[in-house]
């Protein structure tokens, strides 16, 4: 079955302009996801993962090449797009319940007030929040903080999410507890996502492809299919097929890093 | 507020006073060289109607000029805050002319402007207070990481919603430090114009009338008020703090 890409980018290429001239960060870089889809994508650090996600955004224009999300063209920010960082941004000054809800002050939506806070009141339980609604940031722990800023990228219904390594800086059982609520909230709240990400247990944990991107400036250097069967969970990373898979992508990685050939065996 | 808060600083003052007493009288100075508590307050109920009057002349043209400074500081801030060329072409401009001594603007502004006392003061006060709010403005708006804007820019927020509902709640507990500072300048410009312009009104130029005719109670009596008024104007902008930035005060814990 054939379905349409929601995120199609094709043949992108990017500079930044610097003081000693342009420094290329993308070139060639092709990516496509159907609807509903979830993929990954790595890189050594510093190859322009990050300006992926504010072209897919709307943020910026690419130099050359396109990006179009649901078959029109990215010409500005939509609101379509929901987006999460490492740093979960949460606006102190606000309760987390307020804090979910910022994105519905912005977007153009019919729910009413009471609507709102009962959605973000929802989605909160959802990631085991619950409780926690009238609470300032500063009293939440860094995990915690991130499954709000989860919420917050999801309140609206957007079609797109973007995870620019939303789990990057959370220690590694908070990051795994957060892997399956994010099974958990797709489940329920059914996105296509990006997610960017260091770590490659994590990427084929969440996603059914993973994109190796090269050294700078990145191009799209390998397409995995992820096919974990069943329901996820942490089991499944310690099975035979993960451990390939992982071999795989590592090794891709080791050849966009200028450490392997791109022929030589795993 | 606990009876702790309360009682600590007000026996602070008390055994301050009495310390103060205590100098005066030990070492036998007599009041025009060093007036002591005891003097203070029948020069003030001499004069308690002209303290009343001549306060209020203070207050009313600090007030007004530090309001001056918030928004002219305010609208200075964004401008450099937003723009990177604002900022270096504005930044020496505003540190030379912070360099400068207020005292020494004075009496320029009295001679430009004679006469027009009310408008010097305000202007003084004005001038010597906007720097430090300017500069926290817009050192606020110009270290907003940049996920905060692109938390709303995504989602097509316009630039005046992300000022409102980011940009500036993000700046106010600087704003509120540098306005701490900018109220007891502002407080300072005032009286430096009263004392300084010849036939003019305000706690200044009381203290300048005790100074001409030898009052020196008089003189102790103006800055004890000056330092009661200067106190009730920080604890004004405190208690403000308190209700627009509080969030950014931890619970100790």
């Not at chain 2, 700046?171 to 036939?199: C, D, S």
Request: hydrophobic share 50%; net charge negative; with cysteine.
């Amino acid at each position: 079955m054939m379905s349409e890409n929601l995120i199609e980018i094709k043949g992108v290429r990017h500079a930044y302009q610097t003081g000693d001239g342009p420094l290329p960060v993308l070139d060639g870089l092709e990516l496509a996801v159907p609807e509903g889809g979830f993929c990954a994508v790595v890189g050594p650090s510093g190859c322009g993962k990050s300006t992926l996600t504010r072209l897919v955004a709307g943020l910026m224009k690419p130099d050359h090449g396109e990006v179009w999300l649901h078959g029109q063209k990215v010409t500005g920010p939509k609101s379509t797009v929901g987006m999460a960082f490492q740093n979960p941004v949460l606006l102190e000054w606000r309760t987390i319940l307020q804090n979910v809800m910022l994105p519905l002050e912005i977007v153009p939506n019919k729910m009413s007030k009471r609507e709102q806070e009962e959605r973000a009141r929802h989605l909160l339980a959802l990631v085991g929040l619950e409780g926690f609604e009238e609470k300032r940031p500063s009293e939440l722990s860094g995990g915690m903080r991130q499954r709000a800023s989860l919420c917050r990228a999801i309140v609206h219904k957007p079609e797109v999410l973007i995870l620019d390594e939303p789990f990057g800086a959370l220690d590694a059982f908070t990051r795994e507890d957060l892997w399956q609520t994010m099974h958990k909230v797709k489940a329920e709240e059914p996105f296509t996502g990006v997610l960017i990400t260091h770590d490659l247990r994590e990427s084929i944990f969440l996603a059914d492809q993973v994109i190796v991107l090269s050294g700078r400036p990145a191009r799209t250097q390998y397409v995995m299919d992820v096919h974990l069967t069943g329901e996820r969970d942490l089991e499944h990373l310690y099975t035979p097929e993960s451990a390939e898979a992982l071999n795989i992508l590592r090794h891709q990685i080791k050849v966009a890093q200028g450490r392997a050939e791109e022929g030589e065996a795993a | 507020m606990s009876l702790k808060q309360v009682a600590v600083p007000i026996l602070a003052l008390v055994l301050f006073g009495l310390f103060w007493e205590w100098l005066v009288w030990v070492n036998g100075w007599p009041n025009y060289k060093m007036a002591s508590p005891s003097d203070l307050w029948p020069a003030f109920w001499k004069f308690r109607w002209l303290f009343l009057e001549y306060a209020w002349d203070t207050l009313w043209r600090t007030v007004v000029g530090l309001l001056l400074a918030v928004i002219v500081g305010v609208l200075i801030g964004m401008v450099m805050g937003f723009s990177r060329t604002m900022r270096d072409a504005l930044y020496p401009l505003l540190v030379g002319f912070n360099a400068i001594p207020k005292a020494t603007v004075v009496p320029i502004i009295a001679l430009m402007f004679v006469g027009q006392h009310d408008f010097n003061t305000i202007l003084i006060a004005f001038l010597i207070s906007f720097f430090p709010i300017a500069v926290s403005v817009s050192i606020g708006l110009s270290t907003l990481e940049p996920e905060y804007r692109d938390i709303l820019a995504s989602l097509g927020a316009s630039k005046v919603a992300i000022f409102w509902k980011i940009a500036l709640p993000k700046t106010l507990p600087e704003f509120f430090g540098a306005l701490k500072v900018a109220v007891t300048l502002a407080f300072i410009g005032t009286n430096l114009m009263e004392i300084v312009e010849p036939h003019g009104r305000g706690l200044g130029h009381l203290f300048d009338s005790g100074k001409i005719s030898a009052d020196y109670p008089l003189m102790f009596a103006v800055l004890i008020a000056l330092a009661i008024m200067g106190i009730l104007l920080y604890y004004v902008v405190v208690a403000l703090e308190k209700i627009f930035a509080g969030w950014a005060e931890r619970s100790p814990n």
